[in-house]
């Protein structure tokens, strides 16, 4: 039997995927997307093999390019650049982890914003502050395309967001108090947690702490959107114990299942987004 | 329970005085005086209060100001053009284009313009991505002012619950943004949201920006919690035909008896606003020399 309740990552990815697939068939962008791993990190490839058929199944043209590990900051930073230039580069993928003599933020940073596919460029996350959202990091954006998928609307509703990340819990935030919601931040130095989660329409768990979230945390009829990805010895596990927080809330994103489908669909919608402005600014003829 | 009235007047002119030792420092042992740009185009009459203001005040630190006024029909194409040769000038280390600019400009592009090293009133999408990021950047000065007090009333504010009643991006994201960084668990309340009073209730440190007077009521605070209050509305002075009063977000005189500490409006939050212009401006001079910067005077 089906549980409504479970709210599964499927069925919003194949519709994500399906309205880029239409727009590249309409606009017929021409240029890739380029992944970059620096160094031999064989825990990333899994993520560029989801990505690299994602976009296969869309029709967008996927490069995989893995750099030497010994190349410097600079030399990276050139490398970069010289994609930016390139109108044969749709948009850029650093993959994490990096090797240690590498500074990723400031490479994120030296990816023009308009090809920043990833949505971590300092001005993208300053966009996200100012309300233009369309260019986000793919996990908040996965959770909050999740959340409109309950049909919920967040006006005047209390969300409750437990870890504040820089790429999932500040942004998630930003972007559901731009809807109207009343947004609380919570962390480890938070005095209550469930104080602050039982009265929340809305949680949105990402710290990595397996199943830090029970029943007696949530509100009755709350949608729970669960980012955690741990490692156990029962395999991959949320930060939600989903099974037993299913008998309080109203939904309950899967790990797997829930969140990390979607991520992966957005990247490619923001490769879309991309391609629209870089038209928009003249770049692409 | 009388609050502890918090003198904004009192710690700008300390901050103040920080900024022109270090100035006189730079200057001294460098031989670097830190200059500050600002840009008026048109002829607003607050506009040019401000400017005013903040040109005596940048020349006392001993900073040097230059000014730079356009008419108000100036095209974007010109002020783009100054803002470039400003953005190009070494002895200028930060640029203020004071808004409103006429209709006819977009402040988004305007502040867009200006290199994001130089931007001291922090308001380029950089600069608010690079807050949002947690990484160095320069801060918008009002929640920088805010940060500031905070800092000096309450020391270490991990684990406070604070509640942002405002949610501009001049103001309250920022502000949200510092107090995350400082370890409170942040709750941003704003005009959609329901049961404001007690949100409110929950917070030890509450700070209100929403530019309605006197909306915060007494019972709304938290028994000895700290209020700043940034909110200013001018209204007729009751008693004084012809003369204006002006009145913060907070009902002083009821949250003052429930509070621990209170910023007083005016004299509160005001004063800070120009002194972190001078801070920030200080920061970009430092940071473009590559020497240290000054310490408690950035987020």
């Known amino acids: ?285 | 329970m009388t609050a502890t009235v918090i003198d904004g007047k009192e710690f700008a002119a300390r901050v103040r005085a920080q900024v022109a030792d270090h100035v006189a420092k730079l200057k001294a042992d460098h031989g670097i005086t830190a200059g500050l740009a600002v840009i008026l185009v048109g002829e607003d009459p607050a506009s040019e209060v401000y400017v005013a203001a903040k040109h005596r005040q940048t020349v006392e630190v001993g900073m040097a100001s230059f000014e730079h006024r356009m008419p108000a029909d100036v095209s974007e194409e010109d002020l783009f053009a100054l803002i470039d040769q400003l953005n190009a000038d070494p002895t200028v280390h930060g640029i203020l284009c004071q808004f409103p600019v006429p209709k006819h400009l977009n402040e988004r592009r305007v502040v867009a313009r200006i290199d994001p090293a130089k931007d001291v009133d922090g308001l380029s999408v950089v600069n608010a991505g690079l807050l949002a990021s947690g990484e160095k950047g320069l801060v918008s000065c009002t929640p920088l002012g805010c940060l500031m007090l905070l800092r000096d009333q309450l020391g270490n504010m991990s684990g406070k619950e604070a509640v942002v009643i405002g949610r501009s991006n001049l103001f309250g994201k920022p502000m949200a943004q510092l107090l995350l960084q400082e370890s409170c668990t942040v709750t941003i309340a704003h005009s959609r949201t329901k049961n404001l009073e007690e949100v409110c209730r929950r917070a030890d440190i509450l700070v209100a920006a929403v530019g309605r007077a006197e909306m915060v009521q007494g019972d709304w605070v938290k028994p000895g919690a700290t209020v700043i209050d940034v909110g200013i509305t001018r209204i007729p002075h009751p008693d004084k035909p012809g003369k204006t009063k002006l009145l913060g977000d907070v009902h002083y005189a009821s949250a003052a008896e429930v509070a621990n500490a209170i910023t007083p409006v005016p004299g509160g939050v005001g004063p800070m606003t120009i002194a972190c212009l001078l801070a920030n401006t200080l920061t970009a001079t430092c940071r473009a020399h590559g020497l240290e910067e000054p310490e408690g005077l950035t987020a």
């Open chain 1, 1 to 285: 039997m089906t549980d409504h309740r479970l709210l599964k990552g499927g069925p919003v990815r194949a519709s994500i995927l399906e309205d880029v697939a239409a727009y590249i068939v309409d606009q017929k962008p021409t240029g890739r997307l380029v992944s970059i791993m620096i160094g031999d990190t064989p825990e990333v490839a899994v993520y560029i093999r989801n990505q690299a058929k994602a976009a296969a199944r869309v029709g967008l043209g996927f490069e995989e390019q893995t750099w030497p590990a010994d190349l410097t900051q600079d030399q990276c930073k050139a490398r970069i650049q010289v994609m930016n230039d390139d109108p044969t580069v749709l948009g850029i993928i650093l993959q994490r982890p990096v090797p240690d003599h590498i500074n990723v933020r400031s490479l994120q940073s030296a990816i023009h914003p308009l090809k920043d596919v990833e949505g971590m460029n300092p001005a993208s996350i300053g966009n996200i502050v100012y309300n233009d959202v369309a260019l986000a990091p793919c996990t908040a954006s996965a959770a909050v395309e999740l959340i409109h998928a309950t049909g919920l609307t967040m006006e005047g509703l209390e969300v409750v967001i437990i870890g504040h990340s820089e790429i999932v819990g500040k942004p998630v935030a930003m972007m559901l108090m731009a809807e109207g919601a009343t947004v609380t931040v919570c962390h480890h130095m938070t005095r209550s947690v469930a104080m602050h989660s039982r009265r929340a329409d809305v949680v949105v768990v990402a710290v990595g702490k397996a199943h830090l979230i029970g029943p007696d945390m949530v509100k009755p009829g709350a949608a729970v959107i669960d980012i955690g990805i741990n490692q156990t010895d029962d395999g991959i596990v949320g930060d939600v114990d989903t099974d037993a927080v299913l008998d309080v809330a109203g939904w309950v994103t899967p790990v797997p299942g829930g969140v990390g489908p979607v991520t992966v669909a957005i990247l490619l919608r923001n490769a879309i987004t991309a391609h629209q402005r870089q038209l928009q600014a003249g770049w692409l003829a």
